[in-house]
């Protein structure tokens, strides 16, 4: 039996077995013409994953203190399509809620839903660690604790939670950059001989210190900080559209360097001297998508606040239901993560309405119970 690699570690490479007994995902292996392929997306996934997205934006544009009728906020949303001209039925006021107020925040919602998803299925390919989410390695933390810097210092003053000022989601890039990093060399120091959970020891260690400092620095600027404390709950509240633009860009190009390179975690997962023997640079492709990830996960942050698990509990629940390919994983759980995160903001806003529950408490609660699940099933759900 081979001995599996060092489990959470970007540069962990399994010891190569005999030619014939391993081979990389679409390599035939025996005769026959016998594959160790994993299935592709499948269209019914995929269309599962936009009915789901289309779900969770009427979902979210419709419940609410004022409740509008789905149908009607369907056939307004169809409206801002060019040359689609229907009667919803709404008044003038109705439609400044649909479009105004509800739809900036439930679009912003699907973004960030599908980063943190995003973010956390790649990580969890780069470390080869089931456990491994922007929010237990430390990375969102990281993102908080420059964010939380750069408004106590006057980088972001005037708008870190009402509208992001463009230098907000660099200084969490930076945050999230070194958080991982800390994390990673945390975890390298216990050597080659430890558990699958020593990188999720390591990146909790470094969350508790990064959190210290942060709370440190809100002591201090009290003043300047006090809209803070919502935020580090996280919320999805916006000023309006200028949110949602400055996340896009970042959004997309996660997105598309990500899903470009889902293939290459593929081939990963069978080591890195497969990899490498196919043509492949493991530790460049890491390090790109942990970049990639990261800024993901840093524009995330700096709109959202801290909403933790959602990296967890969406690609854990894909790779159990659609397969264990990163092909399917990837962009399914970007997918899927924006329903979801846009579905658990309506539990937010309605559960204990007129009063507003942070996001961020909703997924804890949902991904704790999910968390032990995960601990308790890794070793079978993930390949």
Known sequence: MESAGPAG??????????????????????G?????????????????????????LVAGVSLGPVSLPPGSVAAELLNLL?????????????????????????VLGLLVGGLLALAGGCYQGVFRNPLADPYLLGVAAGAGFAVTAAIALGVGAGGAVGGLPVTIPLAAFVGSLGAVALTYLLGAAGGRDRSPATLILAGVAVSAFLAAGQTYLMQQHAESLQQVYSWLLGRLATAGWRDVRLVLPYFLLTAIVVLLHRRELDVLSVGDDEATGLGLHPQRSRYLLIAAASLGTAAAVSASGLIGFVGIIVPHTVRMLAGSSYRVILPLSMLFGGAFLALTDVVARTAAAPAEIPIGVVTALLGGPFFVLVLRTARRVFT
């Open 9 to 30: 570690t970007p540069d962990a490479s399994r010891p190569a077995g005999p030619p014939a007994s391993r081979s990389a995902p679409g390599r035939p292996v025996g």
């Open 32 to 56: 026959r013409g016998a594959r160790l392929r994993p299935a592709g997306l499948r269209k019914r996934w995929l269309i599962a994953g936009v009915a789901a997205v289309l779900v969770a």
């Open 82 to 106: 060019p040359g689609v001209h229907l009667d919803s039925g709404l008044s003038e006021r109705e439609i400044a809620i649909v479009t105004e107020l509800r739809l900036p925040r439930v």
